[in-house]
């Protein structure tokens, strides 16, 4: 960890005749850049308060685990604005191989049942959202989607904002799931709707057999880490 090296933290309006039109953070009077040292412009007022209060917040010691909004931020301007088509590859690859396509085998009807009244009506959101269908698979053998489905759901992903790709790399990470991450894109799903139905199997699994220690903190962790993702998108499109 680093030592914190700053007093004062504030936010500044920065002018398109400046360079990037936004809203800088500033360390005692200086702006705030990337570890590429990019400047580290932010593209709404919502977003650029929520990471100050997180500059704000460090103490003695500056621990970047308590700033997830930062890291977002940070690797949308060093990492999205330079490697965008790849980036934006790896999370239209989700469109082939999204979680909620895959069912149980058919000897275990009753979590078929659950899945299906669980997530279909989230894919019919999307089939309805986007013109598009869905292969649903039942076990784990691999079925490819229909290629007007990953031509069109690409084509949603290429057109997001820097900052919102951003988001969405971690949120298809965290799910496994393209269509969970574009309800909340859409603003048509929120976290507290969502995180449950991608961790579905793992929940009914604890139903049946009781809840292992271990992996109930692991999906704590990474519900906190859904959430910020979510969050940032959220003031990133304010």
Avoid at 31 to 60: D, G, H, M, Y
Wanted: glycine fraction near 4%; include cysteine.
């Amino acid at each position: 960890m680093m030592k914190r090296f700053y007093e004062n933290v504030a936010v500044e309006q920065v002018s398109a005749e400046a360079g990037d039109e936004g809203f800088a953070i500033l360390l005692d009077g200086r702006p705030v850049k990337t570890p590429q040292r990019n400047p580290f412009v932010l593209p709404t007022i919502a977003l650029a308060e929520a990471i100050s209060e997180e500059w704000e917040q460090q103490q003695a010691d500056i621990d970047p685990a308590t700033m997830p909004l930062t890291a977002l931020a940070q690797g949308a301007l060093d990492q999205v604005v330079h490697e965008r088509e790849r980036i934006i590859s790896r999370i239209a690859a989700f469109a082939d191989s999204d979680m909620l396509y895959y069912r149980a085998d058919q000897t275990q009807q009753a979590l078929i049942d659950h899945q299906a009244g669980a997530w279909d009506p989230l894919l019919d959101w999307a089939q309805h959202r986007y013109d598009v269908s869905f292969n649903l698979i039942y076990g784990i053998k691999y079925a490819a989607q229909p290629e007007q489905t990953l031509a069109r759901l690409t084509a949603v992903v290429e057109a997001q904002a820097d900052f919102t790709v951003a988001a969405m790399l971690s949120l298809v990470g965290l799910t496994g799931s393209l269509i969970a991450t574009l309800g909340l894109v859409e603003q048509t799903h929120d976290t507290a709707a969502l995180w449950p139905l991608v961790n579905l199997e793992e929940l009914w699994q604890e139903q049946q057999w009781g809840a292992d220690e271990l992996a109930v903190q692991m999906r704590a962790i990474k519900q906190a880490e859904f959430e910020a993702a979510a969050d940032f998108l959220k003031r990133a499109c304010t």
